[in-house]
């Protein structure tokens, strides 16, 4: 709806411009005739001057040059003035108004055809090369790491700390076990264990005996060792 609303708008723009258009060059044309007629050309010799002046206007619109387009604009109201004068009767033809209506026709001839020749190589614009967008790489770009403590549970510490304490309490106990001397009394019942179940190892000889792991090892092996 709105692409067929903005055609249709645009349609009806161009129309009441060439009407305005042709309506001004038909005006104007009548007034110049007049004027080519008054200062003594001839009948099918006159309507020439009106077409060569309203072609160059034409042409200046067209191609948008802003000086053509006011040159242009100044020969037509020029002609429109002097032959409006002429016609009141308010001017008589004057050689300077003859030479300059003469002059009006090569001028034209000169515009126009400065109109359809090429633009010259320096007036070219040139071409604008649109560059990718280079992503920022510098640190304000990069990502911002937020280092977050690791927060360790309350039961986790005091299970570390309650480990920590069994750990070291069995570590002295081995310790100070194996400072300790082997008692007549814990070799002479690790011979009879021993003698019973040969396979019994350090630990379990040590937890029948109800001391550390390493006192069982070396009562084990004071045991297993010739009298």
Do not use: C
């Not at 709806?1 to 005006?27: C, K, Y």
């Amino acid at each position: 709806m709105r692409s067929s609303h903005a055609t249709g708008t645009d349609r009806t723009g161009t129309a009441l411009v060439n009407i305005a258009l042709a309506a001004g060059v038909l005006f104007t044309a009548v007034a110049e005739y007049h004027l080519a007629r008054a200062l003594g050309s001839g009948q099918f010799v006159a309507a020439l001057l009106p077409a060569a002046i309203d072609v160059y206007v034409i042409a200046a619109v067209r191609r948008g040059r802003a000086g053509d387009i006011a040159g242009a604009l100044a020969i037509m109201g020029s002609a429109q003035v002097a032959a409006h004068l002429l016609e009141a009767q308010l001017i008589i033809a004057t050689v300077p108004l003859i030479v300059g209506v003469s002059l009006l026709v090569p001028l034209v001839i000169w515009r126009v055809h400065a109109l359809q020749a090429p633009p010259r190589p320096d007036s070219v614009a040139e071409p604008v090369v649109a560059s990718a967008a280079v992503p920022d790489t510098g640190p304000a770009a990069l990502p911002r790491v937020v280092l977050v403590p690791y927060l360790v549970p309350a039961a986790a510490k005091r299970g570390s700390k309650v480990g920590g304490k069994a750990r070291g309490t069995n570590e002295g106990r081995g310790a100070a076990g194996s400072q300790e001397r082997v008692s007549p009394e814990n070799l002479a019942t690790a011979r009879r264990l021993l003698a019973d179940n040969p396979s019994l190892n350090g630990v379990e000889l040590g937890q029948l005996l109800g001391t550390s792991d390493g006192y069982g090892r070396r009562v084990r092996r004071a045991a297993l060792a010739r009298p």
